[in-house]
T-cell receptor, first 117, second 111 residues
Framework: NAGVMQNPRHLVRRRGQEARLRCSPM?????VYWYRQLPEEGLKFMVY????????ESGMPKERFSAEFPKEGPSILRIQQVVRGDSAAYFC???????????????FGQGTRLTVV | LAKTTQPISMDSYEGQEVNITCSHN???????ITWYQQFPSQGPRFIIQ???TKVTNEVASLFIPADRKSSTLSLPRVSLSDTAVYYC????????????FGAGTTVTVRA
């Protein structure tokens, strides 16, 4: 059973371009979460999705960022018109049930490191 | 969400026991404590979770005193591969996915 798969592992974009980050959850998991980790900082929640629905996007910047988790295919985090401050590691996690409650674990991918030049 | 405080870094040597203490003075009655481990260039990985007293699994032990205002993660006989960042999180389960991991404790194990 493959773990959470993220691609690409490394992504370089010029300022103003679009970045598309993909996340395939573990088999059978329908809950997906995206986090951002800035250099020398901890992970910060961005968005929580369940198949075809955004459950909570309270951590997502209001502009330029969007996320989707279609019925078929991976979850996509899209960043339009990237700026240098978007450079960070973006992690995706998935869980069988909603990531809340005792003993419910979320499994993280290896992340996508976005560098904006 | 209860605020947590843990040391920024700790150094150790192979074979030693490493204890990381996390303070959570305003922990609520329904909150439980979870620790994650993050290796360089990887996502966090669940280590252990507890509510009170002591919990032990194949990776670590978690000690929680009666007042629950702190907790200690104990890593027995560390090896070089235990070098990682360790995060302490406190939540009541209502929205754990929103928990920010903070800076964590960087544990460096030397030969």
């Amino acid at each position: 059973n493959a773990g959470v798969m993220q691609n690409p592992r490394h992504l370089v974009r010029r300022r103003g371009q679009e970045a598309r980050l993909r996340c395939s959850p573990m088999k059978g998991h329908s809950h997906v979460y995206w986090y951002r980790q800035l250099p020398e900082e901890g992970l910060k929640f961005m968005v929580y999705l369940q198949k075809e629905n955004i459950i909570d996007e309270s951590g997502m910047p209001k502009e330029r960022f969007s996320a989707e988790f279609p019925k078929e295919g991976p979850s996509i985090l899209r960043i339009q018109q990237v700026v240098r401050g978007d450079s960070a590691a973006y992690f995706c996690a998935s869980s069988l049930r909603s990531f809340q409650g005792k003993n419910t674990e979320a499994f993280f991918g290896q992340g996508t490191r976005l560098t904006v030049v | 969400l209860a605020k947590t405080t843990q040391p920024i870094s700790m150094d150790s040597y192979e074979g030693q026991e490493v204890n990381i203490t996390c303070s959570h003075n305003n922990i609520a009655t329904n909150d439980y404590i979870t620790w994650y481990q993050q290796f360089p260039s990887q996502g966090p990985r669940f280590i252990i979770q507890g509510y009170k007293t002591k919990v032990t699994n194949e990776v670590a032990s978690l000690f929680i005193p009666a007042d629950r205002k702190s907790s200690t993660l104990s890593l027995p006989r560390v090896s070089l591969s235990d070098t990682a960042v360790y995060y302490c999180l406190v939540g009541d389960g209502s929205n754990d996915y929103k928990l920010s991991f903070g800076a964590g404790t960087t544990v460096t194990v030397r030969a």
